[in-house]
């Protein structure tokens, strides 16, 4: 600080010493000191944290930190094909001004008479992720997918009061590792096999697995390898044959043209919210959702809060509430299911405005447009000589697995040849998946044009050459 | 000449009452407002190429898998959903607008509109999580350097910026607790997390999510912590203490060493819940009180915005005997490059995708970097004499009280009590935050139970003037004469926002709660696809 | 089962009116707001070795040229200046917010927020004007690329993006036509500018600027600009016609040609004040007409928003005889590069600093690429349909009528006549717009004169629904209908905005009017510094 | 267009056939073309305008416009010293939070009561610049700088009846243009010659010039060449000796250090508020003011709007509205004092947060600052051999010129050489004032810091060797 005097800082209205010194006589102590006097001497730090020189102006912070930035390449820079959870999609300008608004922005916990907008817009968020779902229930977010599927299979285990899940072998391995510790005390997570040759659940070991001791059947559509898991009905016949409850993640952006897992008996549905408008940001852009059946037993399990409509005493007025608060922490601390806190609300907001701007015709034009391009890719890539793609026999939706073993190199070795190019491959699977060798996810969806694919393509083949 | 204006605007040289009102639209639910084929934005197109190659594409999918129709989303044009949202945005009353003082233990401070720039750059914004790392030194470097200063303000060793918000970050702190005895062959016998009654509710919540029963310890009569309470609970059960420390009551247990030596003794870890440390930053910090474990929330202390209740960011420290325990990945610098360290056997694993809210993170970053360390301190000691003032305030309000503790001071909120205001006039607590409302202010009972009857909790961190305390004041005091005066107009309240009082009955009746609008519209209606 | 809500909010199938209030803070004046000391933002300090070099800078200034003390501004903190004006914001009604066709004439179509955001890139903000040109040639060919859109829209040979807006452009066409009659030795001789009433007041207002005397043209019986009373004022005095068509009636002239030819004829040239050609973009074209200047309004019939009165953009055309004249410089590409031409003898000189609203032209080409050819084509098919649907509603209001060319269409907008409402009820024009405030519109009665008694104009451009028209319509019924049975309540209106009727008479009387704050302390209480 | 089907585009609700349909019917008519009518048919384009194909989503708009703004390198990426008009300042983010809120941005001219937040934020904007300027009426914005110079000029010349304005030397070359054309028919702009060693205007002719026909002495101050013109109290008390009108442009940004120009005698001020918190835009940030004291002579001559504050029928509410409307061409017509129109109201109300938050220290400090390095540059490079810096002997702010002649080498040589090196060097002179020689109108900020001088002096050392 060269400043002279004391620090008047912008952000600190009372740092004014003349001001401060009027607070101080008001309240009758001569001292800020004396309001901690609760805090024993020997905890106090004496002197100033050791922290970097502060940049006090705006011009001097902004240089600071764009500085560091501009050592990143971004996805909009290089040409990306990294999904993998994350997903590079076009986000409407109207969803950027609607969570930039202060009023949202800003806000937190109000009551739904000030916060009337943020109940409404969450109310409205949730009803269209129940068009999308073809479902009645759904929260408003909690913090990602990962946290979505795992309090999903939670629900499953108390609503059946059973230990053990039973989930997709090609489930990914950040999620699963989530779930695992979620569930630690909780329940058994078992991985059922998967078919070598489609990806599938294999629905023998599946049926040799399941039993009441199985609270949950898990699987995912798309699956994490990219692949449509079409056995869903199936799956889900045999969970309920067995009294368990069936678990489903899906990309909500397949959904305009891929079936809703409540058509083909899915319980619980869950999944990420990120692709519905939401900027990758490193991955700071995730919001999870669970949908269920307007069942009280399947309500009641619910940790999140669940905003329903209500009318108010003004005949056609809309008011808005917590539906069955005692469920929550908030009301019951351990004994409410699980924790409800600070989630993901902005960004369930923000997909309420994708969802309203894409409309039923856009949701299926971007789906049958990412799968469009999906199939182009897979058959461009296929031409190259000692590229497996797909390496699963099965419909795809956005993603699929390169298995470049007869190439000689590994994922490693061309990634980098590609970053080379401009070209962020495929995320390399080797260490996740061993047993698919070398192997790739790579992603395509409507930000790809044509161009970019025969690009991917081109360069693909020189670098396996 | 004209009359002065000014001379209705001030009574005795303070300003009257707001004369508010709320925005109000009226605004109908989404799907009232579409009509058939109007489109809000248009996706780019298979290209002819891509077409002639791929054919129809949605021949692939086995029929059972294929949506049989288009998904009924509501249809609008642009400029209808833009000024929708618009609209409900100006029926909430964000942090911009109002004296945010009313959700006391929230931390309703100003964030800057520089840090909120700064992380909308595409230089964010654009970043997939698993680009090689070559790519994004930038964001790494904030990260890391991030940890640094967190290191600095609370003494831990590590921090991981994983978690997703604060009850998040207590959640990863008892995994960790978890994680460590069963490292130590003592997972089964450790099953019980201490914490206290004005500890954040998710301490409690997030233990037993983990896995262990809770004890909760009550205040002694002065409000503070209970030490006797404490040893009489510990145990070879004891797994570890989770609390928050000041408590929602504001006062700070100056025990605190104590109480973690006692559960140290007794074999337990302790975390500390530090959400919210506007009060002390700067001023004592969690390792020097000898702690295992804490957590910040970036949206309260390091003044990231709310969101309406996210994206946060909770940053969870841990000592070095702890450190292994962290969610990988952590971000590391060789010297040369920064990179993501995933090779960590005894970590608990992943808490959420990737590594954390990273938009909030830099927010954090670029808001600590504009105060340094005198600023953080000023944040602090301010945030404190606001609080103070307040309450002298406050108390001066006839029917307020702010029970324990009493003529000492608190650090950055206060738990109050209208119980006498209620015993005289019958008007309650939550009337009185609904007519607050009418005054363009939030005001926030407090969490369950309600130990301290009729309470409300506010919280005037650092960013408020004088001024706007005085007239925080000056709404809550008019509402209690009122409640003396006209408790009907209380009692009906609120008469000047977007609604009125809502029926919240069938919010609890499962024939009729609605979460979504097709199930209203199937239970009111009979109507709708089930 | 609770009783469906929606059964309130509809009769017989249509939604009932908008319970509306418009958000009320009772902000005080912003001085008011200032405490000693506050700072709402720091500069940068001077650096020690800058300062040691230059020691006290100030001593350079003659001590008369030294500010004396402080200029007396309010001092705020940053959060209580942005919670000032987030508030004053939300007292404000943009066309995100409302059904903005009450403004007729001025095209309050949407302003897509893409646009927006393209231009707000830092590749736009920071560029200085005076860069080399090589550094620049992003914005430059987008400056190029639209000028092309612009000839083709229009049919003129080069265009001038500089004038700042409708207006300026106006006075650009009158400086370009005074230019060439003083080229051809005739500048004393010509000095008359026709334009007709129903024109925008500046057609007259600038050309009076530039130094012509105003001839106006009043309608024929049917409200179409009288040709022979053109017939009647042209001379060897007339330099040009400037004329808005279709006209703030929203009726296009069928004769244009024969205007056009009539003044050709005469000696004089013709400006087409095209500010909104949102109705004929497509459709027909100024130089089909044989005009020989005219000019756009970006922010109007391209969408780039209002800003509250700017910046907008006039962009001015010629024909090839004409181009001479247009402002210096030109955008020019030579094949290989974009750069500006300066060297253009003949020119008029410049309008304003460097080039035009750039962030306002490149929304404007950013509107246009979203739409195409079939797009804008669409853009004025609708708004005259919308148009046109208006008309027909409401004329079925009692009260209403639509003065000249009765049973004919209208193009973009229609001036109404509320003459039978007064005269049956002795509410006028402008307090109607008062009450409809009341439900959150826009209203504007019309430019002076009122040729057409008790006037208002509306304009539904492109982008508002069949159902905003009709919530529009419905809520000028409703205060039709309230004039007759409640007119009290419509002449003491608005009761539900942000203040209440005004009290217009001190801003007339220069012992009472106050521009600035210190103007009004200074004359209420004697105080302040003359 | 390759969609199928008509175009239904997100921008225009209606253009749903069935929509269309149903609106048609209900008005009574076929066709939309019944509409046209009125529109003779030799007149009507026949088939589409030739336009480019359009981007219809905004993935492909938004690559489209960034792909060609790619190519522009900005100030901030390269080390400008480039004034002249437009500056380079910091802009507070509020700033821009503010004049992007939609309701700001896409208003425009409703009532005061519909619009109060407008009508309030315009008259503190005036009311701060009214404290800055010491002056106690000031317009709602008009266009630019230059504009508020043309109408302070044809306002003294109404105002004295007078046919003639005597206008520093050193004014620039464009405003000078934009000045002579909008006086063409009303007044005469005469040049005042200045003192080539002081750059000051030169009384001696300035006495010699000004007569009974002078409606206006003009001048600037800072001048555009940098210097501080000392003498305004000296030329006020001329200009007044013989009824004329003194008219001083002012940069407000210098208004915390350098004295206000009625303090020396001005009485119309004006300027242009780009400097204060509004980006730069390619030379697309500009507004103009004009102040006055508040005599009626004066206000009514006024084209602008002037906002005034008035009592409600509420006591206590502030109310807003036109001062004497009947001035304007929207009241009068061309019996209106020029015009009025859409000119530059958003940067008002930005210009009026940038004062707020700017208060009286920052104005005091950013003044000071931007002095103390101007005066770093100037030393820096006087050190230079062959660079004659200020060519002016006089007090400088902000900007300054840099004669090179003594180097041999023409100022766009060394500025193509700059730039090589990362710097847009100041504005060439030569042709704008070729009796400068080879000179080079430099231009220092608070954005500058030490080392970015220091570089600029390296730099140009280099360059001149
Ligand atoms: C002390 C304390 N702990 C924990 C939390 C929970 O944080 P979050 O809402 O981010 O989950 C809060 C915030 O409400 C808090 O104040
Ligand atoms: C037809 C017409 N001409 C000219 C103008 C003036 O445009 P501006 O307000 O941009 O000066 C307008 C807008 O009011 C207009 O509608």
Redesign the interface.
Known sequence: ???DGP??????????????E???Q????ND?E???????T????TG???????????????R???G???????????L?F?G???Y?H?V???C???????????????????????F?????Y???????L?????N??T?????AAATSLRMASRLTGRPEALVCGTIGR??L??I???C???MEIRLVPYDPKTGLMDLKSLRAMISDRTAAVYFENPSYLGF?E?Q??EIAALAHEHGAVCVVSVDPIS??????PA??GADIVCG?IQPLGI?????????GFIATR?E?RY?MEYPS??????????????????????RT??????K?K??????????G?TA??Y????????????G??I??????AM?RLAEIQGVRVPLFHA??FQEFVVNLDQTGKTVAEI??AL?ARGI?GG?DLSREFPELGQSALYCVS??H??RD?DRLAEALEEVVR | MSEDILRHRYTDGRPNLRRFH?ARW??P???ELSREG??????????P???E??GD??G???E?????K???????A?PQ??R???????????????IDVG?GT?T?K???K?N?Q?A?????????????E??????L??MY?FEQ?LK??SGMDRFSLQP?????AI?TNA?II?AYHRMRGEQDQRDEIITTIFSH??N????????FK?I?LYPDEDGYPDLEALKAVVSERTAGLMITNPEDTG????R??EFVRVVHDAGGLCAYDQANANG?L????AR??GFDLCHF?L?KTF?T????????AGVVGATEELVRFLP?PLVEFDGQRYYLDYDRPDS???????????????KA??W????????????A??A??????LL??MLEIPGVSAPYARG????EQVRYSWQGLTEETGVHSEQI??RA?DFG????TS??PWIVPEPCTLEPT?????DELDEYVAILAHVAEEARTDPEKVRTA?HN????????????D?SR????????R?KVEGKG??
Request: include cysteine.
């Open positions: 600080m060269t400043r620090m008047i800082h912008p952000y600190i209205p009372n740092s004014v010493p003349a001001i401060k009027q607070m101080l008001e309240i009758g102590v800020i004396e309001f901690y006097e609760d805090i024993p020997e905890l106090r730090l100033l944290m050791n922290l970097p020189p502060p940049f006090l102006s705006e011009i001097e912070l902004r600071h930190v764009e560091l930035l501009a050592r990143n390449r971004t996805a909009d820079e290089v990306s990294l993998a959870g994350c590079q076009q409407p300008a109207v950027d001004e609607i969570n930039q608004r202060g009023e949202f922005l800003t806000a937190y916990a109000g009551e739904p008479y000030d916060d009337h907008g943020r409404q817009a969450l109310f409205e949730t009803s269209m992720m129940g068009e999308l073809n479902m009645d229930v759904v408003v977010p913090y990602d997918g990962f946290q950040d999620k590792s989530k695992r510790d979620y630690q005390r909780a449509v079409s869903g009905d959904l305009g043209v891929i079936a809703p058509d083909y990420d900027h990758m940001q490193y991955g700071g852009g995730h919001g307007d009280e309500v809060r669940l905003f329903g409509i209500a009318p108010t005493r003004v005949p056609g007025e809309y008011g808005f509430g917590d539906v069955a608060y005692e922490s908030f009301a019951q601390r351990e409410g699980e924790w409800v806190g600070t989630a993901a609300a902005l960004w907001i309420g405005v969802l309203a701007l894409m409309g039923p015709q856009g949701m299926v034009e971007i049958e447009g799968m469009a391009r999906t199939y182009y058959a419909p795809h990634n980098r970053l962020f995320k409507e930000v044009q044509q694919l | 709320q009226d605004e639910i989404i799907f109007q489109r809000g934005i248009l996706v780019p197109e298979v290209e190429g891509i077409r190659r791929v594409v949605l692939v999918l086995p059972k898998m294929r949506r049989k288009p998904p009924a989303l509501p249809e609008l642009q959903v833009l929708h949202y618009v609209r409900l945005s100006q029926e909430n009353l964000g942090t911009d607008l109002n959700q929230c309703m100003y964030s800057p520089i909120d700064l909308r750059s595409p230089k964010v914004t654009e970043l997939h999580p698993l680009q090689p070559e790519t994004v030194q930038g964001i470097e904030v350097r200063i600095e303000i997703g918000a604060g009850s998040a959640y995994s978890r509710p998710s409690a919540a997030c233990a037993r999510t983990a896995g809770i909760t006062i700070y247990n100056p605190i060493a002390i700067g001023i004592t910090r020097d009180a929330n949206h003044s915005p709310h969101g309406c209740g996210g994206p946060g990988v608990i694993g992943k808490i959420r995708p990737f590594y954390g809210n990273v938009s909030v993170i830099l970053y670029a600590v970097m504009s105060l340094g360390a005198e600023g953080l301190r000023q944040v000691e301010i404190v004499l606001n609080n103070n003032y002298h305030k000492k001071h608190r650090i935050g609904l409302a202010v939030h005001y926030w969490h369950h650092e960013s408020y003037t004088k609120p926002s977007t609604i009125h009082t809502i029926d919240h009955a069938p919010l609890d499962p709660w609605a979460m979504t609008w097709r199930a209203y199937r696809e089930a």
